[in-house]
């Protein structure tokens, strides 16, 4: 079969580890009867500087023709001047919107050959194996009014978390239907004894849960939750919950694998069954350019290669071949290979273009 993928390497370290990524497809696609065809397009900092915008109509366009996406990341210190009427992360907000990507799913499994990889002691984060699902579209980062203006006693700014009972009911339903094909536990995180839109979300997600016999559901405040990760993080199987807690809890959850050059993600246009789906899908690590790492070869790709498993998994619904990739991660591991940023004594340090082609040469057919 054939899979058309927009490829949109980005800023700072997102072409080198979104080039590892795409060498292993080409080489799943030499070793299997698939092929990847790969459209490339400008996203974030570099669009900004080429087109004056960071995300052109052009690029939005060939990204609604292709089967999925692969990003490497955006941004950088270039364009942080906090009074630019263009961002890079504008490119990223206006995908996730345009193109429907409301759920984001960030699994966070610990390898054991890296348990001591981590700052957390190895019987802590022993067996943890957890995926969170983001709402990606609504709230804190979409919600209107966005603003900030003078007043007579100073500057001031409002941001709006705003929620649609469609939008809770949908995302809530992808964390029920990802509890089926694992342990079958659903952790609902909110702030519902502070935000009317929290209560909101524990209103529809309980109403949800009707439909989920099999699935236990647990709401938990989003600061319990917090503390939770740390204590205890083997506790959780799924979670559910909004953008802006999504994006703080996952970072965190990053460190309890030894690094946010370990962790994927997948925004997907659907809702997954059965774990696994041809839903229209986005493929990013969770890490961000990393603008002072650029061009120096030492980027962990990982991430990158883990969110192009996702995609063959989520939107091409090709399980065994993001298995294989899976699989070779762990045997490159296993070898005692690692990039800086998951270094430990007695392990052999490699660079971005090393991990990449390492874990390409140990995929099996």
Known sequence: MQFN???????????????????????????????????????????????????????????????????????????????????????????????????????????????????????????????????????????????????????????????????????????????????????????ANVLESSRLWRQIATEVSAGYPDVELEHMLVDACAMRLIQRPAYFDVVVTGNMFGDIITDEASMLAGSMGMLPSASLAGIPKGGASKAFGMYEPIHGSAPRRAGQNIANPIATILSAAMMLRYSFN???????????????????????DIIEEGKTQVGTKEMGGLIADRIIS
């Open 5 to 191: 993928i927009a490829a949109l390497l980005g800023d700072g370290v997102g072409p080198e580890v979104a080039t590892e990524a795409i060498k292993v497809l080409e080489t799943v696609g030499k070793k299997s009867s698939h092929s990847f065809n790969l459209h490339h397009g400008l996203i974030g900092g570099v669009a900004i500087d080429e087109y004056g915008v960071a995300l052109t109509e052009e690029t939005l366009e060939m990204c609604r023709s292709c089967d999925a996406v692969l990003l490497g990341a955006v941004g950088g210190p270039k364009w942080d001047d906090p009074k630019a009427k263009v961002r890079p992360e504008d490119g990223l907000l206006a995908l996730r919107k345009e193109l429907g990507l409301f759920a984001n799913l960030r699994p966070v499994k610990v390898l054991p050959m890296l348990t001591d990889s981590t700052t957390l002691k190895p019987e802590v984060i022993k067996d943890v194996d957890l995926i969170v699902v983001r709402e990606l579209t609504g709230g804190l980062y979409f919600g209107q009014p966005k603003k900030q203006w003078q007043t007579p006693e100073g500057r001031r700014a409002v941001d709006t978390m705003d929620y649609s009972e469609p939008e809770i009911e949908r995302i809530v339903r992808v964390g029920f239907e990802i509890a089926l094909t694992r342990r079958k536990k659903l952790v609902s995180v909110d702030k």
């Open 318 to 340: 090709l399980t065994t071949e993001a298995e294989a990739i899976e699989k070779a991660v762990t045997a490159v591991l296993e070898e005692g290979y690692r990039t800086y």
